[in-house]
């Protein structure tokens, strides 16, 4: 892919593809631009939005759907604390790898961010794990 990011042809990426590929943006910041850090605000505005959305996305997922539905009953305490840090390192780890990504992985990030928000919003109420908070939710019902 990073050839075609250069703009060689790859594969079934032929010269028109790739030329589309370099022309693609969003809301006006080229697919291939990387970091924080680029032409002016709106790329700053953009970068930060999309890495914000991931990272609030994924946060999101993991501290209300994943942690409930998993069992830390016979876990070390430390392993139990260390779980209930990993949402927020997680986020953290998004927001700092943006600076560093191109736009057209940060999309991708929030586009996965949302289906496995959904995804994990499935299994949480209709599959939770025996034996954890979930599942104890959903026996109420």
């Known amino acids: 892919m990073a050839q075609a990011a250069a703009g060689v ?19 006006g910041v080229p697919l291939a631009e990387r970091g924080y850090l680029g032409a002016g605000w709106a790329h700053l505005i953009v970068v930060a939005g999309l890495a914000g959305t991931a990272a609030l996305l994924s946060w999101v997922t993991q501290t209300y ?16 604390r260390v779980q209930h840090l ?13 600076g560093f990504a191109p736009v057209a992985l940060l999309v991708y990030w929030v586009c996965n961010a949302l289906w496995t928000l959904a995804q994990q919003a499935v299994v949480t109420r209709w599959f939770p794990t025996p034996g954890s908070p ?8």
């Open 86 to 98: 990993v949402p927020a390192l997680s986020a953290l780890g998004l927001l700092v790898a943006a």
């Open 9 to 27: 042809p790859v594969g079934a990426m032929d010269a028109a593809l790739v030329a589309s590929l370099g022309a693609a943006t969003v809301l």
């Open 65 to 80: 759907l994943v942690a409930p539905n998993t069992v830390l009953a016979d876990v070390p305490e430390a392993v139990a």
């Open 134 to 141: 979930a599942a104890a939710r959903a026996a109420g019902r």
